[in-house]
């Protein structure tokens, strides 16, 4: 500071000390200057995320107003007849589509059903496979399990073909040893279809499945091994009393979205497995929609169908996020 009085000039330095209240405020503001700035780098990190979920998630619900239409191709969404809730009348109104519905969600909960009981496979394969100890042979099963995953549903089928129809491998095979003396119907039958469609899923996604329990098992603390090792713990022993509690809140997550999910099936399985002959039980909730939409040519009745299905996977997805609060104490969403 300098002062000037008369023909004397002063200078004089003022320094101001900060009081403790002053310097947390400025250091709180600070913090809070640069969270921000870390939060908005990290928003711009998952934006692109955000517009993709909301590009093929979002953005396709707009299609949901085609149920309020019959929809002509032709015509376009502008030139088809406005019906509002004609579609959904149709569906509980007709008692031949209330069957036909009946009987494609049966086909839907029981194929579920057999999935969700079968889930715990992926968990005891994993388990088995890492108790074995030649890494060369574990990493060969691992790899030949986790192949079928990417193997498409058009070339299972054709497997299936080659093994199981009526000219098959199989049939040839209990012909030639006198087994049989007319071929087997494996493929073109109704019979057992909730089964084998069960068995082809766990059979494509048995290793994929694993891999997840495998890395859940490499991060369990090793020093629980070591000291039930000490207490006299036997391989089967380390196997139900550490591994298999460590591992239980990893199946009951997937458990969990597994039931959310019991009315997607998905369509590729079961639209290249079915036939004339076990239409009736092949058919689940997603290649229905896809048989009336493409097939039947009515989108309107489809989407209504699809609108439907939707609303009750978020309610299924509420209710098990619930319980799963209630039993666990946790919840997925």
């Known amino acids: 500071m300098t002062l000037t009085i008369g023909n004397t000039t002063a200078v004089q330095s003022v320094v101001i000390k900060d009081s403790p209240t002053s310097r ?32 093929f998630s979002y953005f396709p619900l707009y299609g949901w107003i085609y149920s309020l239409f019959d929809y002509r191709p032709a015509l376009g969404l502008a030139g088809s007849e406005f019906v509002g809730l004609q579609w959904f009348e149709l569906l509980v109104s007709s008692p031949t589509q209330v069957a036909q519905i009946g009987q494609v969600l049966l086909n839907t909960l029981a194929i579920s059903f057999l999935g969700i009981a079968t889930s715990i496979l992926p968990l005891f394969f994993a388990i088995f496979l890492n108790e074995v100890r030649a890494p060369w042979f574990r990493n060969a099963v691992q790899t030949l399990t986790t192949l ?88 089967f022993q380390l196997m139900r009393y550490i591994t298999i509690p460590q591992l239980m809140p990893t199946y009951l997550v997937l458990l969990l979205l597994s039931v959310a999910n019991m009315l997607n099936n998905g369509m590729e ?47 299924l997805l509420l209710t098990v996020n619930w319980i799963a609060k209630r039993v666990r104490g946790q919840s997925i969403v």
């Open 24 to 55: 947390r405020r400025r250091g709180r503001r600070q913090r809070q200057q640069a969270g921000g700035r870390r939060s908005m780098g990290m928003f711009l990190c998952i934006l692109p995320f955000l517009v993709l979920v909301f590009l």
């Open 148 to 235: 079928p995953n990417f193997i498409s549903w058009v070339l299972v089928y054709m497997i299936a073909f080659s093994l199981f129809s009526s000219s098959g491998l199989v049939n040839n095979v209990l012909n030639d040893a006198g087994l049989i003396t007319q071929p087997l119907k494996f493929l073109d039958s109704d019979q057992n279809v909730w089964l084998t469609m069960t068995l082809w899923s766990v059979w494509k996604g048995l290793g994929w499945g694993a891999i997840i329990y495998l890395a859940a098992i490499a991060g369990i603390d090793q020093s629980l091994y070591e000291s039930a090792k000490i207490d006299g713990a036997g391989r």
């Open 269 to 315: 399985q079961y639209f290249v497995f079915q036939n004339a002959f076990n239409k009736e039980t092949i058919q689940v909730l997603d290649l229905y929609v896809y048989n009336i939409g493409i097939t039947g040519n009515s989108l309107s009745m489809a989407t209504a169908i699809g609108m439907l299905k939707s609303i009750i996977s978020v309610a």
